[in-house]
C-alpha cells in the first residue's frame, strides 16, 4: 500500500482517538467553575457533592487525554520528518507555548483541584478549578494556533537551508502574532471551543436525565441539568453563527476546500445553489440525487444570490476528495440544528414544568451525547480532508510530507499496534467511567 495514505490512516487514527477527549475536559472545565462557584456562594452542599463528583469525571478524562496525545507528537518525527524540518520553526513554536502556558498550567493545579479539598482553604481549591479550567482552554489556543496555521499560513519566510541531504527549503518565523493571529485561527477557536461546550453540556445533560430516570440523586441531578441545558441552547445557537463567519473565511483563503465540502463540481453561470443532500460522483464530476435552494451559497459567501461561487473545475489539478468532507460537513450542520431543536423544546418543558416528567425525552437526553462527540469529529474531518492535497496549504503537499525511507509494512504494523492499545485504553474509559457513575455523587442531608 501507498506509504503516506498508511501514514494519514495512522495519523487519523490516534488524532480522532484523542480527540474524544479534550472537547469533553474543556467543556466540564466551565462547568466546575460555575458549581463551585455556586457552592461558595450558597454553601449548599449539593453544589459541593457535585463540583467533587464532575471533579472525578474531569480527572479520568484528563488522564486518558493526556495518554493518547503523547504520540501524535512522536508521529511527527517517525512519520512526517519532512513537514517537521520544513515547518519546525512555526509549529513548534505553538507547540512549546501550548506546553509552557497551558499543560504545566492545567496539569499544575489538577493535583489542587483532585486532592486538596481538605487541605486548602474553599477560596483557594476554587482559584485551582479557574486555573485548570483556564488550562485546558489555552491548551486549546496554542493547538488551533498550530492547526490554523497549516491551513492559513502567515507570519513566515521560505528560506533556503543546508541539511545532509542538501539545501532544503524551510518555513522560518519571522512574526510570531502573525502566526497566532493567521486568517483561520481565531474563527477556528471559537468555533471549537463552542463545539467542547456543547459536548460538556450534553454529557451532564445525559448523566443527569439518567440519574433522574432511574430516581437516583434527583437533587444533585436537577443542579447539574439545568445550567448544562442553558448552556447547550447558548453554545448550539452560537455555534451555527461562529460557523457561518468561519464559512466565510474559508470561502476567502481556501476557495476548493469550501467547493468540496458544498459539493460544487463545476462553476455556474449565475447564482450557485446550497446543496442540502446529494451524492457525489467524482468520475462523473456531478452530484447525484440533489436536494438544493437555488442560489443560497451565493447569498452566505457574496451576499449576493446571483454571483456565482467557484467550483472544484476552477482549482484544477489540486483539488481535495469530495465525499468525506461533504458529507462529513453536512452530518454535522444536521447535528448541530438537532441540538438547537432538542435544547429550546427541552427549556420549553421546563419552563412548563413538565421536563423532568417526560422518561421519553430524558432518555433523548441520555443517548444524545453521541451527537457532540460525532460532530466535534466531523468538523474537523471536513476541515482536515478539506485541505488535501495540501498538508500546507498552497506551500507543501502532503505527499512530498512524508519521511523518505519509510516502509509501508512499519506503518502497518503501528496501526495495529495502536488499534490494539488504543481499543484497551477506551475500554478502560468507559469501564471508569461506568463505575463512577454508577456509584454516583456523594450523599449529603437532603430532603430528596
Not at 466540564?28 to 449548599?44: A, N, P, Q, S, W
Not at 476557495?255 to 458544498?262: D, G, Q, R, S
Not at 423544546?345 to 422518561?359: A, I, N, P, Q, V
Amino acid at each position: 500500500m501507498d506509504v503516506v495514505l498508511l501514514s494519514r490512516i495512522q495519523f487519523a487514527l490516534t488524532i480522532m482517538f484523542h480527540y474524544l477527549f479534550p472537547p469533553l475536559t474543556i467543556g466540564l472545565g466551565i462547568f466546575l467553575v460555575y458549581l463551585e462557584g455556586r457552592y461558595l456562594k450558597t454553601r449548599d452542599p449539593q453544589y459541593e457533592a457535585a463540583t467533587k463528583f464532575w471533579v472525578r469525571i474531569f480527572a479520568l478524562n484528563f488522564a486518558i487525554g493526556v495518554a493518547s496525545g503523547i504520540v501524535m507528537e512522536f508521529q511527527f518525527g517517525t512519520n512526517w520528518a519532512v513537514y517537521s524540518r520544513y515547518v519546525g520553526d512555526v509549529f513548534g513554536a505553538a507547540l512549546a507555548a501550548e506546553g509552557i502556558f497551558a499543560f504545566f498550567l492545567e496539569s499544575g493545579f489538577l493535583a489542587l483541584l483532585v486532592f486538596g479539598w481538605d487541605k486548602v482553604s474553599p477560596k483557594v481549591h476554587f482559584f485551582s478549578t479557574v486555573m485548570v479550567a483556564l488550562g485546558s482552554i489555552f491548551s486549546a489556543v496554542w493547538i488551533i494556533v498550530a492547526i490554523s496555521w497549516q491551513q492559513t499560513p502567515a507570519g513566515f519566510a521560505i528560506r533556503d537551508v543546508e541539511s545532509p541531504a542538501g539545501v532544503v527549503q524551510r518555513a522560518e518565523l519571522t512574526d510570531f502574532w502573525s502566526v497566532v493571529f493567521n486568517p483561520s485561527a481565531m474563527d477556528r477557536l471559537v468555533h471549537v471551543l463552542l463545539g467542547a461546550f456543547v459536548l460538556g453540556a450534553f454529557f451532564i445533560m445525559s448523566v443527569s436525565a439518567y440519574y433522574l430516570i432511574k430516581n437516583r440523586h434527583l437533587e444533585f441531578a436537577r443542579k447539574s441539568f439545568v445550567p448544562a441545558l442553558v448552556v447547550g441552547i447558548l453554545a448550539s445557537i452560537a455555534v451555527a453563527v461562529s460557523g457561518d463567519s468561519q464559512g466565510k473565511i474559508v470561502a476567502q483563503y481556501q476557495p476548493a476546500k469550501l467547493a468540496a465540502i458544498e459539493g460544487v463540481y463545476k462553476t455556474t453561470d449565475t447564482g450557485t445553489p446550497m446543496l442540502l443532500f446529494g451524492i457525489p460522483d467524482s468520475e462523473a464530476k456531478t452530484m447525484r440525487y440533489k436536494v438544493e435552494i437555488p442560489g443560497l451559497l451565493s447569498f452566505l459567501v457574496h451576499g449576493d444570490s446571483d454571483k456565482p461561487v467557484n467550483g472544484l473545475d476552477k482549482f484544477e489539478p489540486d483539488v481535495p476528495p469530495v465525499a468525506i468532507p461533504f458529507f462529513s460537513f453536512h452530518i454535522m450542520v444536521g447535528l448541530g440544528i438537532y441540538f438547537i431543536v432538542l435544547t429550546l423544546y427541552g427549556l420549553w418543558c421546563l419552563k412548563k414544568g413538565t421536563l423532568f416528567r417526560k422518561k421519553w425525552l430524558l432518555w433523548v437526553f441520555v443517548f444524545s451525547v453521541i451527537g457532540p462527540f460525532a460532530a466535534n469529529q466531523l468538523g474537523w474531518i471536513a476541515a482536515e480532508v478539506g485541505r488535501q492535497p495540501w498538508i500546507v496549504y498552497n506551500l507543501l503537499k502532503t505527499g512530498d510530507a512524508v519521511s523518505k525511507g519509510l516502509a509501508a509494512s512499519s506503518v502497518v504494523g503501528s496501526i495495529v499496534m495502536f488499534g490494539v492499545i488504543y481499543l484497551m485504553l477506551f475500554a478502560v474509559w468507559i469501564y471508569l467511567l461506568n463505575e463512577k457513575i454508577q456509584k454516583g455523587p456523594e450523599s449529603v442531608s437532603t430532603s430528596e
